[in-house]
């Protein structure tokens, strides 16, 4: 009931700004359901010609994964985009269930983002190769300052910039650029 009242919230807000944002549930829309074989997921990336996958790591409590969720994820063009580059994939990392890891060993959410990724706040985007490595660059943790931000954060790893530059120093040239054009 809190979620349809902040969706119809955000909605309201964004027609009123003048805006031509479509909002979907990001549940549904965003991110790709899982059986949590993730030797798998690389092989359904690699078939479905994605540049990497995407992975949010995440909690029920966390107000900035919920702030994502609204704000950013929940917008069509973000949904859109990402799901033509990326296979994403949720993780609870307070979570019990057992899945398969990139190596093809069992563990539990929990355990794969705590001692596999190092995740200790959310919300963390990680974004893995496919060849199910975590791209060294390519990693976000917090929430982006804006839809925007996040798209471009997609285009960074897109344009295996990471392989050059920090993704702040991506955003630093990026503005630079708009600004002088």
């Known amino acids: 009931m809190m979620s349809r009242m902040l969706f119809m919230v955000l909605f309201l807000f964004f027609a009123g700004a003048g805006q031509a944002v479509e909002l979907r549930d990001p549940g549904s829309y965003f991110f790709t359901e899982t059986f949590g074989d993730m030797t798998e997921e690389i092989e359904n990336a690699k078939d479905e010609d994605k540049k990497a996958i995407l992975i949010m790591f995440e909690m029920d409590e966390c107000p900035y994964c919920h702030r994502m969720k609204a704000t950013v994820l929940n917008r069509k063009d973000v949904q859109d985009f ?24 069992m563990t539990v959410q929990k355990d794969f983002a705590l001692k596999q990724f190092r995740v200790r706040a959310t919300p963390v985007f990680q974004f893995i190769d496919l060849e199910g490595k975590p791209i060294k660059r390519a990693r976000f943790t917090g929430a982006t300052g804006s839809a925007e931000e996040f798209m471009l954060l997609g285009q960074y790893v897109i344009d295996r910039e990471y392989e050059k530059m920090s993704f702040t120093r991506y955003k630093r040239e990026r503005l630079n650029a708009e600004n002088n054009s």
């Open 82 to 105: 990402f799901k033509e580059h990326f296979l994403i994939l949720s993780m609870d990392v307070e979570g019990d269930q057992e899945i398969t890891d990139f190596n093809g060993e």
